[in-house]
């Protein structure tokens, strides 16, 4: 049966999203938004805020993945993975476990905790799990998050439920310009005239659509209506008059999987080019020694080791301080130093260099 596909599916997705903030590779969060040092954290890299041009490229992979996701599987996502489908099912399925009698208001009471835990693991992406849970009753703008994310999450998979899907959805939308004929569907097979006519694939539907009718932007590709048809076909040995057609490899889908491999090159190459160790100087000013010019600089970190920085100055100028500067692991020292020159203006060099690595910046020497 689908359903049960569908809730593995569904299981394994969501203990990925809760697992996810307590996974730590090279001693961070697996996924997680660093509030303290504005950087995002996945995997194992770490992208500072001023690097955000590679959540830019994320994003533009993303798109690529979700518009060739689209044109080859159509609205899998929406019944298979969406958490506005899934977290609704949930509750129904640990109401299913009650009476009869107790199965509606005990859908809602079980929507109540679970969307807590939701809500929950939600902060765990912004702050450490461990944290979060220490923090939440002593800090108002914790449990401020906490309350407004588990009301949002209740009311729309407690009171609004499938309706969003049916009519307020902008992926349905999109849905509407690239699916074509030959896009991955649940659909009913017209060759076949002979349908029992037990109506069982509309009373299963969870947004009510009646898939006899010819493909709608409002069902979601669950499949529940698949599970009815061969419920009631099974005991007259008749095959299914619903199941899943399309065509999967084509050009279509061929075009827009190279798209998506391009824009995920682009993504590596950018993350596989970033530099260890970033250096960068400014002038400030004049000092207060004869022909002196104070500059500073910044030197960042992104490597898992220390690093020993020795600054130096070519041209027609000498350093005047200290030039070694240690920068640990993940870490950025900003400083001054002075430079005083020879009498004669023009252009200056400073260098940053280490183990491994050699950073030339310019600057006008005034």
Same mark, same amino acid.
């Given at each position: 049966?689908?359903?049960?596909?569908?809730?593995?599916?569904?299981?394994?997705?969501?203990?990925?999203?809760?697992?996810?903030?307590? $996974?730590?590779?090279?001693?961070?969060?697996?996924?997680?938004?660093?509030?303290?040092?504005?950087?995002?954290?996945?995997?194992?890299?770490?992208?500072?805020? @001023?690097?955000?041009?590679?959540?830019?490229?994320?994003?533009?992979?993303?798109?690529?993945?979700?518009? /060739? !996701?689209?044109?080859?599987?159509?609205?899998? /996502?929406?019944?298979?993975?969406?958490?506005?489908?899934?977290?609704?099912?949930?509750?129904?399925?640990?109401?299913? #476990?009650?009476?009869?009698?107790?199965?509606?208001?005990?859908?809602?009471?079980?929507?109540?905790?679970?969307?807590?835990?939701?809500?929950?693991?939600?902060?765990?992406?912004?702050?450490?799990?461990?944290?979060?849970?220490? =923090?939440?009753?002593?800090?108002?703008?914790?449990?401020?998050?906490?309350?407004?994310?588990?009301?949002?999450?209740?009311?729309?998979?407690?009171?609004?439920?499938?309706?969003?899907? *049916?009519?307020?959805?902008?992926?349905?939308?999109?849905?509407?310009?690239?699916?074509?004929?030959?896009?991955?569907?649940?659909?009913?097979?017209?060759?076949?005239?002979?349908?029992?006519?037990?109506?069982?694939?509309?009373?299963?539907?969870?947004?009510?659509?009646?898939?006899?009718?010819?493909?709608?932007?409002?069902?979601?590709?669950?499949?529940?209506?698949?599970?009815?048809?061969?419920?009631?076909?099974?005991?007259?040995?008749?095959?299914?008059?619903? #199941?899943?057609?399309?065509?999967? $490899?084509?050009? *279509?889908?061929?075009?827009?999987?190279?798209?998506?491999?391009? #824009?995920?090159?682009?993504?590596?190459?950018?993350?596989?080019?970033?530099?260890?160790?970033?250096?960068? !100087?400014?002038?400030?000013?004049?000092?207060?020694?004869?022909?002196?010019?104070?500059?500073?600089?910044?030197?960042?970190? @992104?490597? @898992?080791?220390?690093?020993?920085?020795?600054?130096?100055?070519?041209?027609?100028?000498?350093?005047? =301080? =200290?030039?070694?500067?240690? !920068?640990?692991?993940?870490?950025?020292?900003?400083?001054?130093?002075? !430079?005083?020159?020879?009498?004669?203006?023009?252009?200056?060099?400073?260098? #940053?260099?280490?183990?491994?690595?050699?950073?030339?910046?310019?600057?006008?020497?005034?």
């Amino acid at each position: 049966m689908w359903k049960n596909r569908r809730r593995i599916v569904a299981l394994l997705g969501g203990a990925t999203v809760l697992i996810l903030p307590f $996974l730590r590779i090279r001693g961070r969060s697996a996924a997680r938004f660093d509030l303290p040092t504005l950087s995002l954290h996945f995997f194992g890299t770490v992208v500072p805020i @001023d690097e955000f041009y590679l959540v830019l490229l994320g994003a533009l992979f993303l798109v690529a993945l979700t518009l /060739w !996701v689209t044109v080859v599987f159509g609205r899998l /996502w929406c019944g298979w993975l969406c958490p506005q489908t899934v977290i609704g099912e949930v509750g129904e399925w640990i109401a299913s #476990a009650l009476p009869a009698g107790f199965r509606r208001g005990g859908k809602t009471l079980a929507l109540l905790p679970f969307s807590a835990l939701v809500s929950l693991s939600l902060l765990w992406y912004v702050v450490p799990p461990a944290e979060a849970i220490r =923090d939440l009753f002593r800090s108002p703008i914790l449990l401020g998050a906490f309350l407004a994310q588990w009301g949002v999450i209740y009311i729309m998979v407690a009171v609004v439920g499938p309706r969003f899907c *049916k009519s307020a959805c902008p992926y349905a939308m999109l849905q509407n310009v690239l699916a074509d004929r030959e896009t991955l569907a649940v659909a009913y097979d017209p060759a076949r005239p002979e349908c029992l006519r037990c109506d069982g694939c509309t009373r299963s539907c969870p947004v009510g659509v009646d898939v006899r009718k010819g493909g709608q932007r409002e069902c979601i590709a669950c499949a529940a209506c698949i599970d009815a048809c061969r419920e009631a076909t099974s005991p007259r040995d008749v095959a299914p008059f619903i #199941a899943y057609r399309g065509t999967v $490899l084509r050009g *279509k889908a061929y075009l827009f999987a190279g798209g998506c491999l391009a #824009a995920a090159l682009v993504l590596l190459a950018a993350m596989w080019s970033r530099p260890d160790v970033r250096f960068a !100087v400014q002038w400030e000013g004049m000092a207060g020694t004869p022909r002196g010019n104070v500059y500073r600089y910044s030197v960042r970190n @992104d490597s @898992d080791r220390p690093v020993a920085v020795a600054l130096s100055v070519e041209g027609p100028a000498r350093l005047l =301080d =200290d030039p070694e500067v240690a !920068v640990p692991s993940r870490g950025r020292v900003t400083g001054t130093v002075t !430079v005083q020159g020879d009498g004669t203006p023009g252009e200056i060099l400073i260098t #940053a260099s280490g183990r491994g690595f050699r950073i030339v910046r310019r600057s006008a020497f005034p």
